[in-house]
């Protein structure tokens, strides 16, 4: 049996669209990222900000119409799934509804997976970095991995879940912070085949390039999340963007010291960082897999984080659905060179609206990178007529 040629765009998908408890403490009474949408403002003549959902639809994902109009939207528009993010804290779960409103509700006939964004909370948004908020912890013991993957496997035997070679797809974001992370992996294949299942494809989100490599050995693939690993990788040839050598030097220290220096460049920049756009689109559309693993390629039609940083943010100021086209068109056509288990492409996201990274129809492009989508992955596969909005 062939390997299927169609290209599956997959959607990173924010859960942090309803109220929950946690956050009500942390932020105040019925706090959403809505709320910092709402109150982002232009830092600079014709900057597109705030970011308004069209027709105003600052919706609710704790609502099951929320879910169905997000499907139902994707599905239309040549999406393939969407990989939810999963926030789990050594048992506590939080931001968990509309992934349980999924498994709940086999009509929301949309493939899926889970990406284990793995990282403590702090609050980074008002600049006050070392303020934690729910610590990460990733204790290596069997009974705290056999309690994480007691729930997991509800998503992985859902008839829904994203696979390759039979396999329920698992992300995990931050591979490096887990303590014997190639045991724990090896531990859940192992209860997965017992489950009844063919084993498990676990993929590494990948940002930038890893200090070490030891903690990847477990992993079938890797993902490039972009545009950060096109923005911060040095290995990329004939590379316009700035401060590359210094990105080589800096992928090979300590991930410890890495994030120190994260932290401090983010204290210290109190000022807007531009990204040329078709720069690092340039970048991405170039063929540059892993050693070892499986390489998805990334995508993104945009990103202003704003809504989040104000003055600090990182900004690409020219995105618009027309740049994005002819760039995500060169993506799609070289895919057929990438010899990939699977045409999966990764996109950097489906409703990330505090980041300025998102599909979901907005006042100033309407459905129009949606439409870009679907004329590149419908039209372009099937030769049908993609559908139009008024």
Same mark, same amino acid.
């Given at each position: ?22 956050? !009500? ?34 919706? !609710? ?136 299942? +063919? ?38 040839? +004939? ?36 990204? !040329? ?70 996109? +950097? ?42």
């Amino acid at each position: 049996m062939g390997v299927d040629k169609k290209i599956k765009l997959i959607a990173m998908y924010f859960p942090q669209l309803h109220a929950i408890p946690e956050n !009500d403490g942390w932020w105040g009474a019925g706090f959403t990222d809505w709320v910092n949408v709402r109150k982002a403002r232009p830092q600079f003549e014709g900057h597109n900000q705030p970011r308004i959902p069209l027709d105003n639809h600052y919706y !609710d994902q704790s609502q099951m119409e929320t879910l169905r109009w997000q499907v139902d939207l994707a599905k239309s528009h040549g999406v393939y799934g969407f990989c939810h993010y999963h926030y789990w804290f050594d048992g506590k779960q939080l931001l968990e509804t509309p992934t349980n409103l999924m498994l709940q509700n086999k009509e929301l006939d949309l493939p899926f997976c889970l990406s284990w964004a793995n990282e403590t909370w702090s609050r980074r948004w008002d600049a006050s970095d070392y303020h934690v908020l729910i610590k990460q912890t990733h204790p290596a013991e069997k009974s705290r991995w056999k309690l994480h993957f007691d729930y997991l496997l509800k998503a992985w035997s859902d008839d829904r879940a994203i696979k390759v070679d039979g396999k329920p797809v698992f992300v995990i974001y931050r591979p490096q912070h887990i303590s014997h992370i190639d045991d724990m992996l090896d531990y859940w294949r192992e209860l997965a085949v017992g489950a009844g299942l +063919n084993g498990l494809y676990f993929l590494v989100q990948k940002n930038w390039e890893f200090p070490r490599r030891d903690y990847l050995k477990g992993f079938d693939a890797i993902f490039q999340f972009q545009p950060f690993e096109a923005m911060y990788s040095p290995f990329f040839e +004939n590379s316009p963007i700035k401060h590359r050598q210094l990105a080589k030097l800096f992928h090979l220290l300590p991930e410890s010291v890495q994030s120190l220096g994260r932290a401090v460049y983010a204290k210290l920049n109190q000022r807007l960082e531009h990204w !040329d756009y078709d720069e690092v689109w340039n970048q991405m559309i170039q063929i540059h897999n892993d050693p070892e693993l499986t390489t998805y390629p990334g995508v993104f039609v945009d990103w202003d984080n704003t809504a989040r940083y104000g003055n600090r943010a990182r900004v690409f100021k020219d995105a618009s659905p027309e740049r994005f086209e002819p760039w995500f068109a060169r993506l799609v056509d070289s895919m057929e060179k990438r010899n990939l288990p699977e045409n999966f492409m990764f996109l +950097n996201a489906w409703n990330e609206w505090a980041e300025g990274a998102y599909l979901e129809p907005d006042e100033k492009n309407g459905y129009g990178y949606l439409q870009a989508i679907e004329r590149q992955l419908v039209q372009k596969q099937t030769g049908t007529e993609p559908i139009i909005e008024r």
